[in-house]
């Protein structure tokens, strides 16, 4: 069935300067035509793995060898000569050329009009299905062209191989059903594509085989045709990970906000206790690191004024005028495909959109529109690209979570207590709350964002897509955690493009096309499929539903 | 093992070379002053002149320093504080010594606040902007002087702003002063910079001798400095200041309203630049319309010398101070060593070129690492 493999790696282990060890050991077979999976937690040594097999860092230890022979690429130009073409997560094109001068920017030479090349990147294009215009200007195009791109410039040089660090990360559904195609036609034709990815089920239904990484070792190997997700996500953690799974609302804790005044005693918060262990004497939830249960039932959501209301929320262009009240202690959902406005939506709450009109009220108050006002009035935000939106990257982890505070002193000594505080409830892997929130993996500083807002002041939390591009570990703390702030009486507005995590913790879901919510949704009485299907209107069918 | 390493980190080339430098290149002519038989150089007169002639450039890169850890940038300083000059000695002889300084420096603010409106509501860069103003201000300065020198000629005015400017201030007992605090700092909540920062100012106040006195110039360098470090290190604003130039969305949303900070450090550099120009005008009670041509350069290189980045988020002021006395304790050394001025451009040059290659080869090392 199989050939001979096209590049093997035996043992291969990284050591960085600092003593930090990266990959320990790591036996990897790729095979020509056939689609390898690599899933890994973050941390778990996928970059270090994909950098050695690019020729970007030098493995310390161990073989490699391609096509039989034992190599040692010395640069990234040194593996992409051999026939290894890497597409990275964060897509490196330059905004300001055409999609052709992007794809030819490897190629040597003294024109900058080069006719064999154009040629050249006509038939790559050709190959892809022509998903864009060669002329047209990179910075121009929506994401998942660009990502088309980044895959034509990968195969400019006709690679053997073809690796793809998480390409479908930051896609919408439909886009990424176009990356699937483009990963099934090369596979057919003779490549070999090793696909790294969050995504358990588009692994399942993409991939030939499957390696897991965990702790710098390949602790899963096999072909995909024996697994099921269950498997691979308890490869991925190690322990076996309860999937998030919807408790019928009976079962959970009931919408039982505690009135005006007394929230700041009844929820688990650290800013002001001395120990987070000391949390939530009074409602008998259990740490929220541990999911949420019952606890005594104590009136309904009718008893209470919304937390939340928005009238005629809208913002042209953008987001249509939106009315709707969230009461203390919900979760509302919003189901969207990207562009959608579901961002907008929250954006336009937040004051974040100086364009946005219509009134927003917290506790029957007016809010100002503007950030300041809504943090003032203890609306949070969580934006969805926590790089460029969410954290300073230069900043400690303690100057981060301290951000939005105000008064005119800063106090060292409160704020490492509050880091410290967070570090250990959000489980946020780190070495102390002076490390640079810059130097934390994608999960870890996702926490730091989030662990920014988790004070007594904030009534709101507004989460926009707050797992994206995280591993399952952390995936499942912070969704159990914004559970658990709700049930505490914290409501919560939850952007996610994983439409089965609005499903599994929300009280309700708001769908949103074009800038409007078109429906409202019982997670109760809905599925992932039936989601989709609403929110992506002209694609009634994705590979996300399949 | 943490604290330690944050100690050794602080004394390091990164984070202290600046300071190394600066003692390094004062014991070099030093060492080539005795050797030639001329005067002692690190006398307290020559310090304290070193000190005075770096003063203006060290109260506007203090402010420059501000401006670029926002991720800013100001090249209209130096026109700006000749404009203010300019205003300070136009207005002196009618209205009076502190009514004019005042005139000076709104006029200065008002400069800010256009670079500042023009920078962040019409949303051109920065550069572009200040190079705008750094010639029209300029072009304004020769349109109020006509093109010739101005001079302050009634005497009790002039004598206000001599009073104000060359003044000498005794700062033997401060500086002891200062040194003990900071030692008992040092001591009681077990710091080793500011007990190191103790013993030098100890040092230097008791090899400056009891009459030792400055310029007023550099007593206002240092409490201006003191007092800017003091908000960016220990107060709320500090924080985000910092944080708008590390990453201005984020701080836009943590409710951080970006454009105040933004406008304010383009009006503290211009009433910084104002103020440096009320000290030139009363300097000389004059102002020749070429005055300070130039002078925003060796601001920047001050601050660039102290290790800030242009890309915003780090900076320290103190360190800009030191570059700035850095940059003109060269300057001294040639004149008073007579070591030829033609190299002297040369070799600053050449100065802030290395340190950036230091600073920068550093800063990759540790993100490697």
């Known amino acids: 069935m199989v050939g001979a493999p096209l590049l093997q790696l035996a043992g291969v282990e990284k050591v960085w300067p600092n ?168 596979a057919a034709q003779g490549h070999a594509v090793l696909f790294v990815s969050h995504f358990l089920d588009e692994i399942l239904s993409l991939t030939d085989e499957v390696t897991v990484l965990r702790d710098g070792r390949a602790v899963l190997h096999a072909q995909t045709a024996d697994l099921d997700e269950a498997a691979i996500a308890a490869a991925i953690a190690g322990r076996s990970v309860a999937a998030l799974e919807r408790r019928p609302r009976a079962e959970r804790a009931p919408l039982n906000p505690p009135p005006e005044g007394e929230g700041d005693r009844q929820r688990s918060w650290w800013w002001r206790g001395s120990t987070p262990q000391a949390s939530s004497p009074v409602d008998n939830t259990p740490p929220p690191a541990c999911g949420w249960s019952p606890s005594p039932s104590g009136g309904g959501l009718e008893q209470y004024p919304p937390t939340l209301e928005l009238r005629d929320l809208g913002s042209s262009g953008k987001l249509a005028p939106t009315s709707l009240t969230v009461a203390a202690g919900e979760i509302v959902g919003i189901a969207g495909m990207l562009g959608s406005g579901r961002s907008e939506l929250l954006h336009a709450i937040f004051g974040a959109d100086p364009a946005a009109r219509g009134a927003v009220l917290l506790h029957g108050k007016p809010i100002g529109r503007t950030p300041e006002e809504s943090v003032a009035a203890g609306i949070a935000l969580v934006p969805e690209d926590r790089a460029t939106q969410g954290f300073v990257a230069g900043m400690s982890v303690a100057e981060n979570i301290a951000l939005p505070r105000t008064g005119l002193f800063q106090s060292p000594a409160q704020e490492r207590e509050a880091a410290l505080a967070a570090i250990e409830r959000l489980a946020i892997k780190v070495q102390g709350p002076d490390a640079p929130v810059g130097e934390l993996s994608g999960g870890n500083a996702q926490k730091v964002v989030i662990a920014k807002w988790l004070t007594p002041d904030t009534r709101l939390l507004l989460l926009d897509e707050p797992t994206a591009g995280i591993d399952i570990g952390a995936r499942t703390d912070i969704l159990r955690l914004i559970r658990a702030l709700a049930d505490e009486g914290l409501p919560a507005l939850l952007v996610s493009s ?30 992932e499929a039936a989601l989709i299907q609403r929110a992506s209107g002209n694609f009634p069918s994705t590979g996300m539903a399949a | 093992m943490m604290q330690t390493t944050d100690w050794r980190a602080g ?42 002639q770096a003063s203006l450039v060290g109260i ?84 109020l002087t006509d093109g010739r020198s101005l001079m302050v000629e009634q005497p009790e005015v002039l004598q206000q702003m001599l009073a104000f400017e060359s003044t000498r201030v005794p700062l033997f007992w401060p500086l002891l002063a200062l040194a003990v605090a900071l030692l008992a700092f040092a001591a009681f909540r077990r710091r080793i910079a500011p007990g190191l920062g103790g013993i ?155 340190a950036a290659a230091i600073y920068t080869i550093g800063g990759n090392r540790r993100r490697a690492a």
């Open chain 2, 200 to 354: 030098v100012v100890a040092g230097l106040a008791l090899l400056a001798g009891r009459d030792f006195a400055v310029a007023a110039p550099v007593v206002y360098l240092a409490l201006f400095t003191a007092l800017v470090w003091a908000v960016l290190r220990f107060t709320v604003v500090g924080r985000r200041i910092y944080a708008v130039g590390g990453n201005a969305e984020a701080a836009r949303l943590s409710g951080v309203n970006v454009h105040a900070y933004k406008l304010g450090a383009f009006i503290l550099s211009s009433a910084a630049a104002g103020f440096a120009g009320v000290l030139f005008g009363c300097r000389l009670g004059a102002i020749n319309p070429t005055a300070l041509q130039g002078a925003e350069l060796t601001v920047i290189a001050s601050a660039i010398l102290g290790g800030t980045s242009l890309f915003g988020g780090a900076g320290s002021v103190l360190k800009t101070v030191a570059g700035a006395l850095l940059l003109f304790t060269l300057t001294n050394g040639f004149n008073v060593l007579d070591l030829g001025a033609s190299y002297q451009g040369l070799i600053e040059g050449i100065v802030v070129i290395a």
């Open chain 1, 498 to 527: 994983e439409f089965e995590e609005l499903i599994g913790i929300c009280d309700r879901i708001l769908v949103m096309r074009d800038g409007l919510v078109i429906a409202e949704v019982d997670p109760e009485t809905t599925d």
């Open chain 2, 11 to 52: 004394l390091g080339l990164r984070k202290a070379g600046i300071y190394y430098a600066l003692l390094i290149l004062l014991a070099l002519l030093a060492g080539i002053a005795h050797s030639r038989g001329l005067p002692a150089y690190l006398s307290a007169q020559n310090l304290g002149n070193i000190a005075y």
């Open chain 2, 60 to 143: 506007m890169g203090v402010a420059m320093t501000v401006m670029l850890i926002t991720g800013a940038f100001d090249l209209s300083v130096a026109s700006v504080a000749a404009l203010a000059a300019a205003v300070l000695v136009g207005l002196a002889p009618s209205i009076g010594f502190p009514l004019a300084a005042l005139a000076a420096i709104v006029t200065a603010v008002s400069v800010g606040l256009f670079n500042g409106v023009i920078v962040q509501f019409v949303g051109i860069n920065a550069f572009i902007v200040t190079l705008g103003t750094l010639t029209a201000v300029r072009g304004l300065v020769l349109v």
């Open chain 1, 19 to 186: 003593g930090t060890v990266a990959l320990r050991g790591v036996d990897l077979t790729l095979h020509a035509g056939r689609v390898h999976g690599l899933l890994g937690a973050n941390g778990a040594g996928k970059s270090t793995l994909i950098k050695v097999l690019a020729g970007a860092i030098p493995a310390s230890g161990g073989m490699v060898s391609w096509r039989g022979e034992p190599v040692r690429w010395a640069s990234p130009r040194a593996a992409r000569a051999a026939g290894v073409a890497t597409i990275y997560q964060h897509i490196p094109l330059v905004p300001t050329l055409s999609v052709v001068e992007n794809m030819l920017l490897e190629r040597a030479g003294g024109w900058r009009a080069d006719r064999a090349g154009r040629a050249r990147a006509k038939e790559v294009a050709g190959l892809l299905d022509n998903p864009f215009d060669l002329d047209a200007l990179v910075g121009d195009l929506p994401i998942g062209t660009r990502q088309m791109v980044a895959i034509a410039q990968g195969l400019m040089a006709d690679p053997a191989l073809l690796i793809m660090d998480e390409p479908t990360a930051s896609l919408a559904g439909h886009e990424r059903e176009r990356v699937y195609a483009v990963v099934r036609l090369l």
